[in-house]
């Protein structure tokens, strides 16, 4: 296992030495990546492979955070990242630990990437349609460690897979834990939905129902639900984020959470990037707001907030508080009972990228296309669209959800310029009349 | 227990024990110092990065392999697959070059970083009451980089860039009309040392901004001149980009260009320079040890050539050294020292570097304003906006002045500026002598522009 080498112990006493006052928060996180990716036909350099490793020691006292990270795990560069973040020297110094992260794990085989797009054009021609696709698979693995000076959790790993489909339409990209048959099917069956989709009229702009399935619902509550409860976008509107426990924010029977430890074999984590414990964080429950996502130092400065949210892009970013695996738990209705109450509207399948403006709880849902709902049932496409409103408008307008549940809606968080993966269950969702624009 | 780190020497007989007829590697060490405001609290951290990279492969397969830290002969490199791979071979470069002195300037200090930042906050509250610099990050850096291949390049250059990104939130005067709910801004701004910055003019373009947003009203669907501050000229010189570099961007410019010849009016010309005097990423090579170069791609409205790599030349089938410079007149595509890195992990990728609208020395900004009768003068953009090149239309969220007779009348916002590219480009009537550059894909410069036959209405 790799990163298992490490003297945690001694790390944890040189740490110790570094908070000095009470509430300091201190910890030194390590972490190792690994992305092996077979580059789309064409290119040049066909297999790539890229590997890192490195080290951050964080410093948090009250509202001021010192970090210092390094390309290299050792020793040294341990010491050297100790002596930028203190902020004073200690009296006796701990001789510096030894530090062996160990070797790295051999690379799992390419097997499932090199059989990966041979058989997605395969799944593609069965569906009798054929138009230039270049695919793009790649491997992502990352071990984390981290150790505080008193508490050191168990290491970390996360291993999937991430497609980037090019087409001439646009770009498609999905990310799973297998690259399996059922992976080949999805990818196939939304790139052909998105190419036969492709000359589709527009809808002129109104306000009509709509019904989210699984993976378009999960989109939709990850940046209107998980995004709108992380305690610092809660902050940018200028109050505290805890003033939020106990609004509605969605509709009754509307019940999200956030449960890494639940999430699916390869990514479920059971401490956080920061090191503390992650849970069942019900973020609403029947729709009114219960527990924000915070890391620890939000939860320091407001102690109605629980930790254990706290991710980082890697060793030279600051962790922040995000969502790893969201869950929308199931209603009681079917798919046709939720089109049925949906007459001329749109069933979206998939969505391509949302925004929220955490100033003024505007948000908007962009889809690549989405079909009418006529009599009950799916019919024709239309082109590329925007469900537009607030937060609130649009979480109160749920009207149904379905009792199928899907995990489904993974793909990359983009927050702040971080890329994080981020993954999801949840079944289809009935929204009464919301504002959309062809 | 892995083997010490190698030289670049000993990679590359590594590379060729293994029988890679073309191998390349590049190391990059740096350090970087971000000091970042928030509204909870102020984050100050430091950071060392080290890294190489090896391209490695003969005509029939190649391979990408990357890590941190100093180069490990015992690295498990990937079978190589895809296409082949061939490097450049060495050109003699005759232009000289000197390295700016501000390489070796230090950065920035903790508390000198925090100043610039607090300083740019003070200055935001004594130009427009109320309003709050809710985010601020400047990360100042430095690096070297080495490069050496199996063809014989040899390089070894340093960078240095400060980046500040800048985020403010207004709530406007009451009773004003204008946009309800509260304003903001956002502003980037690139230089090659943080102590470049002015923090009284970074507050005063926050609060135009701020004011515009706050108290702009939507037009109806109207056109007339349009005056585009550097702000929103660069972004599209920056969206114009797939005519200018590139595998493809000569057919991409043929679509576009008139009868007559003409890419654009006679008013623009268009270069990029990666030796630009004073520039951000003022460099004497790219990403592959190449020389860099001023290279002429729009001439007074027509086009001259495509920004290319020795890798675009090898995908369009043509050897880069056989026609290594264009002053011979040949009409083929040339190659320049054009391939950027993005980092240490990323393979190089044609690009501009200083990529600018040649200014007009004698045009300024107030007689440009001053001439026109009826229009806008547009001082900034929402976000990059949507340009089809298939389709040959674009749009861009864009706020700024309804301008009448000359002077600035009333604050516009939100508007949407369209129209067809071709006609974008061909209406272009005088280029001011303001240029201004914006880290965006690469550092993009413009002077205003004042621009005709484009519409302007409201969002929506």
Redesign the interface.
């Known amino acids: 296992m790799s990163l298992s080498g490490l003297n945690t112990a001694a790390i944890a006493r040189a740490l110790a030495q570094m908070g000095d006052r009470p509430d300091d928060h201190v910890e030194a996180f390590f972490e190792r990546r690994e992305r092996l990716e077979l580059a789309p036909e064409g290119e040049a350099c066909g297999m790539r492979l890229r590997r890192e490793e490195g080290l951050a020691v964080r410093l948090v006292r009250e509202r001021r955070t010192w970090l210092a990270s390094r390309d290299e795990i050792s020793a040294n560069s341990l010491a050297d990242a100790l002596r930028q973040t203190a902020r004073v020297l200690p009296v006796a110094p701990y001789p510096l630990p030894k530090l062996t992260a160990g070797s790295w794990s051999t690379s799992e085989p390419v097997a499932p990437l090199l059989d990966f797009t041979p058989a997605l054009h395969r799944a593609v021609r069965r569906r009798h349609v054929a138009f230039p696709l270049l695919i793009s698979v790649r491997q992502h693995q990352r071990w984390v460690q981290v150790v505080g000076p008193r508490l050191v959790p168990e290491a970390e790993h996360e291993s999937f897979y991430s497609i980037v489909a090019t087409m001439p339409s646009g770009r498609y990209g999905a990310l799973f834990t297998q690259l399996d048959a059922a992976a080949v099917e999805t990818v196939a069956g939304c790139l052909v939905s998105r190419f036969q989709a492709r000359q589709a009229a527009q809808i002129s702009t109104g306000r009509r129902p709509v019904v989210l399935a699984a993976a378009a619902a999960a989109v939709f509550l990850h940046e209107a639900v998980a995004h709108a409860l992380e305690a610092d976008v809660l902050a940018q509107g200028g109050g505290r984020p805890e003033s939020a426990v106990g609004l509605r924010l969605g509709s009754p029977g509307l019940h999200v959470l956030d449960d890494p430890g639940a999430a699916p074999p390869h990514v479920a984590r059971r401490t956080d990037d920061e090191g503390n414990q992650v849970c069942r964080r019900w973020l609403l429950r029947d729709g009114v707001v219960e527990q924000p996502l915070a890391d620890a130092r939000w939860a320091n400065l407001c102690p109605a907030l629980v930790p254990g949210a706290g991710r980082r892009g890697s060793r030279h970013e600051p962790p922040g508080p995000r969502s790893s695996y969201l869950e929308l738990l199931p209603g009681e209705l079917t798919l046709d009972e939720l089109l049925s109450k949906a007459e001329n509207g749109l069933f979206i399948e998939e969505v391509s990228r949302g925004h929220l403006d955490p100033l003024d709880g505007t948000f908007v849902l962009d889809a690549p296309y989405a079909r009418r709902i006529r009599s009950g049932a799916i019919a024709e496409a239309v082109g590329r669209l925007r469900l537009r409103g607030t937060v609130a408008g649009l979480l109160a307008s749920v009207r149904g959800i379905g009792r199928e549940v899907e995990v489904a809606g993974a793909g990359w968080c983009a927050k702040g310029g971080t890329m994080l993966p981020v993954w999801a269950s949840a079944p289809a969702l009935r929204l009464a009349e919301v504002e959309v624009r062809g | 227990m ?1 083997r010490p780190p190698a030289s670049l020497d000993d990679v590359l007989a590594e590379l060729a024990r293994r029988d890679f007829e073309h191998g390349e590697i590049y190391t990059k060490s740096g350090r970087s110092r971000r000091i970042e405001i ?14 190489w990279a090896v ?1 490695a ?1 003969d005509e029939r ?9 100093k180069p490990r002969l015992d ?11 061939r490097l450049p071979d060495p050109v003699v470069d005759t232009a000289r070059w000197k390295e700016p002195s501000d390489f070796d300037a230090p950065l920035l200090g903790e508390r000198e970083g925090l100043e610039l930042l607090r300083s740019i906050h003070r200055h935001l509250e004594e130009e427009l009451r109320g309003a709050r610099l ?1 985010h601020a990050r400047l990360e100042d850096g430095a690096s070297e980089s080495h490069l050496a291949s199996s063809r014989g390049v040899r390089a070894a250059w340093r960078s240095r860039v400060a980046a500040l990104r800048l985020e403010a ?1 207004w709530r406007g005067p009451a009773g004003r009309g204008g946009n309800q ?2 304003a ?1 801004a956002t502003f980037f701004a690139a230089e090659r040392e943080a102590r470049a910055l002015n923090p009284r003019a970074l507050a005063r373009r926050l609060a135009a901004r701020l004011t515009v947003a706050a108290t702009g009203t939507a037009p109806q669907q109207e056109e007339g001149q349009m005056l585009l501050a550097p702000e929103v000229a660069t972004q599209i010189v920056a969206a114009l980009r797939p005519l200018f570099c590139g595998h493809g961007a000569t057919q991409r410019a043929a679509l576009l260009t008139d009868q007559q010849g003409q890419l654009a009016s006679s008013a623009l010309s268009v270069i990029d320079d990666g030796r630009l005097a004073g520039g951000t990423f003022e460099a004497p090579v790219d990403g592959e040890g190449m020389a860099t170069r001023r290279v002429v791609l729009m001439e007074d409205g027509r086009f001259r050539q495509a920004l290319l790599s020795h ?1 675009d030349l090898a995908h369009e089938g043509l050897r880069g050294d056989e026609n290594p410079h264009d002053e011979r007149g040949t009409g083929l595509p040339i190659a320049v020292g054009c391939a950027r890195r993005t980092s240490w ?1 990323d ?1 190089p990728r044609s690009g501009p570097t200083h990529l600018y609208v040649k200014p007009r020395r004698d045009l300024t900004v107030a007689t440009m304003v001053g001439g026109i009768e009826h229009g806008y003068y547009l001082i900034e953009l929402g976000d990059p906006g949507r340009f089809d090149f298939a389709n040959d239309r674009f749009t861009l969220p864009v706020r700024g002045f309804r301008v009448e007779d000359g002077r600035a009348t009333a604050p516009i916002a939100p508007a949407w500026l369209g129209g067809s590219i071709s006609g974008l480009l061909h209406g272009i009537r005088a280029v001011g002598r303001d240029l201004t550059f914006m880290p965006l894909d690469g550092m993009i410069g413009s002077p205003t522009l004042l621009i005709e036959g484009l519409t302007l209405r409201g969002a ?1």
């Open positions: 892995s928030r509204q909870d609290g102020e984050d100050v951290s430091f950071h060392e990065e080290v890294g391209r492969g397969s190649s391979l990408f392999a990357t890590a941190s830290g690295f498990p490199f990937p079978e190589p697959d895809g296409l082949g791979l809710i939130t709910g509260i903001r890798g992990r393979l929506g």
